[in-house]
């Protein structure tokens, strides 16, 4: 579904994805792990077209996406929902979650019948539907997020750190909820500090250190490996 070919980022003099090689299959949660200032970030923002690429390419279903800009890759079928949610505070929570269906807003019917699906199916935002977003907990603020980038039909969903900042509890509602989401059949990109739960729900995962995949492999061998024992599972 997704392939990446060594990738190279840059920030001026700041050499921050270095010959970077990633595949995604479908129906995959793939993870990528590691520690601040490791490029995991910026990786998904390469992906989504936030920052340019000079070299290496992002193919996604087939597809060079390079030239591509973000909006239009959206509607090819990729979203992300970055660290810190990013919710839309001052809008209530049908607001948010249409303004995550622009895409198909010439579509009326299609997005109503969207938005009574994902209320349905997350009674608490249901619960909560004229309520400002900004009011909402952390962990009602995720599921928003999350629940938005769903209203644009993705079939890559990319997410950036989605346990940050929430307590061990609502962290682990969180990856319930990435792991029914991909039961949908929306492949998943996951980025996170919390390894352990991340390669719980994982099928393979990716260690980004300095810019540079230092280990690859599936979520069992990478829980098994020394490197990310004492790196991350300590």
Known sequence: MLEIKNLNVYYGAIHALKGVNL?????????????????????????????????GEV???????????PF????????????????????????????????????????????????????????????????LSGGEQQMLAICRALMSRPR???????SMGLSPLLGQEVFKLIDRIRDR????????????????IADRGYVLEMGVIALAGSAAELAASDLVRVAYLA
């Open 156 to 162: 890559l969903l990319l997410l950036d750190e989605p």
């Open 72 to 135: 239009q890759r959206v509607a090819a079928g990729l979203a992300m929902v970055p660290e810190g949610r990013g919710v839309f505070p001052n809008l209530t929570v049908r607001e948010n979650l249409l303004m995550g269906a622009y895409i198909h807003r010439k579509n009326a019917p299609a997005v109503k019948e969207l938005l009574h699906e994902l209320l349905k199916e997350f009674p608490r935002l249901q619960e909560r539907v004229n309520q400002k977003a900004g009011t």
């Open 59 to 69: 193919v996604f279903e087939g597809r060079v996406l390079n030239k591509v800009p």
């Open 185 to 200: 059949g929306t492949t998943i990109l996951l980025v996170e500090q919390n390894a352990n739960a991340a390669l719980r």
């Open 23 to 55: 595949t995604i299959r479908p129906g995959e949660i793939v993870a990528v792990l590691g520690a601040n200032g490791a490029g995991k970030t910026t990786l998904l923002r390469a992906i989504t077209g936030l920052v340019k690429v000079p070299e």
